[in-house]
């Protein structure tokens, strides 16, 4: 009996291990297969991997994306609690910079830099309240854009002849400003800090170009403010919220209206999907 239960278990695992031989020899047969089905499509994803990169980067140094620098030179207007409520009516000087990354004929990413001061004058008002109250005030602010421009149409620099179209142009503004306020007797005054007012801006406009690199333009732009404090009708500090007056319900608005002349340079495009 010892020796037959030896035997068995001899056969038991000769014959296990042979399975299990099997069994191993399918899978890992299994599992190369899939590797080659894995590898091949991995494969073929990173050719098209490759190819988005190539659209996406080469152009750059190849077929430079056309850009653009320019200035810009107008006016500004405010619109809120103190002054008049114009819309159009720019009463001091704008100047600034701004810079444009044609992705396409029909968007382009643009960043600019402008600078002015804000003007309220209650006596320039239809309002007889404010007439009455006779409070003005003037800042200077520092505006930061980032956003992208529309065209209506496609404005390729590449093709022959005049060309002109009109566009649209939103993202997103920070502009710098010191914080003021109005004492009791209505004395405008300084609160001897400065903030950040975030802004939507919203611009329209028309463009030609008069040169091969020289683009010529014209644009309106409203400023939608996220703050209540640019004309000093909100003080920044908690400590004087007592002189808050005006509509606290609606933020401040800002107008910058007037033309940028720009100039471009860089290679005809390879326009990308972006």
């Known amino acids: 009996m010892g020796r037959r239960s030896q035997k068995l278990k001899q056969f038991y695992t000769i014959f296990t291990f042979k399975n299990c031989l099997s069994v191993r020899l399918f899978v890992s047969n299994y599992c190369a297969q899939i590797r080659i089905v894995i590898f091949a499509n991995f494969e073929n994803s990173m050719r098209y991997f490759f190819l988005l990169l190539l659209c996406t980067f080469i152009p750059r140094n190849v077929d430079a994306q056309i850009y653009e620098v320019g200035i810009f030179a107008g006016g500004s207007n405010f619109i809120g609690d103190v002054g008049a409520t114009d819309y159009i ?32 004058i209650d006596g320039k008002s239809d309002d007889p309240r ?29 093709t022959i002849g005049a060309k002109g179209t009109p566009y649209l142009y939103s993202g997103i503004t920070l502009a710098n400003h010191d914080n003021y306020y109005f004492t009791t007797t209505g004395e405008y005054t300084s609160e001897n800090t400065n903030s950040w007012a975030m802004g939507i801006p919203m611009v329209l406009g028309y463009k030609t170009n008069i040169t091969n690199q020289l683009i010529l333009a014209g644009e309106i732009g409203a400023r939608y403010t996220f703050s209540d404090e640019l004309d000093g009708s909100v003080p920044d500090s908690k400590d004087r919220e007592a002189l808050s007056f005006g509509n606290t319900n609606n933020n401040d608005w800002y107008m910058f209206t007037g033309i940028t002349l720009t100039y471009t340079f860089g290679r005809r495009p390879c326009y990308c999907n972006f």
Not at 97 to 108: C, F, M, P, Q, T
Not at 130 to 136: L, T
């Open 89 to 120: 009516a720019p009463n001091q000087a704008a100047f600034g910079i701004l810079a444009k990354w044609n992705r396409s004929a029909r968007h382009s990413f643009r960043a600019s830099v402008i600078f002015s001061d804000l003007e309220g």
């Open 130 to 158: 404010r007439i009455e109250r006779d409070y003005q005030f003037n800042t200077s602010v520092i505006e930061i854009s980032l956003g992208m421009e529309f065209t209506f149409l496609e404005f390729d620099l590449h």
